[in-house]
């Protein structure tokens, strides 16, 4: 198991930017894809963004294409999510999770960091 602590939300202004982290103990980072997901009250859980365990590939959800770019750094065992152009619907709290290499699920989570954007 990875454990996963995330940090880095609050509250922002509709067009401003925030920088979520994620830190990673307990494993080899390395060997694992990782991704962000978000949920909102009364919705379900969206995927958001993923990257490879080298970084060498990422994937966005439709909503935050060209807004969020995630990224990694393996000797900090951290990866990121920057989030541009925010709107009040990027309101929701923000999940971190990992998935071993081989693994078909994302099998390790975060406890959320929430994000509120205001108009």
């Known amino acids: 198991q990875v454990q996963l602590v995330e940090s880095g939300g609050g509250l922002a202004q509709a067009g401003g930017s925030l920088r979520l982290s994620c830190a990673a103990s307990?494993?080899?980072?390395?060997?694992?894809?990782m991704a962000w997901f978000r949920q909102a009250p009364e919705k379900e859980r969206e995927f958001v963004a993923g990257?490879?365990?080298?970084?060498?590939?990422?994937s966005y959800g439709d909503s935050v294409k060209d807004r969020f770019t995630i990224s990694r750094d393996n000797a900090k065992n951290t990866v990121y999510l920057q989030m541009n152009s925010l709107k009040p619907e990027d309101t929701a709290v923000y999940y971190c999770?990992?998935?071993?290499?081989?693994?078909?699920?994302?099998?390790?989570w975060g406890q959320g960091t929430q994000v509120t954007v205001s108009s």
């Open positions: 999770a990992a998935r071993l290499l081989g693994s078909d699920s994302y099998n390790n």
């Open positions: 307990g494993r080899t980072f390395s060997n694992y894809a």
């Open positions: 990257i490879t365990s080298r970084g060498g590939r990422t």
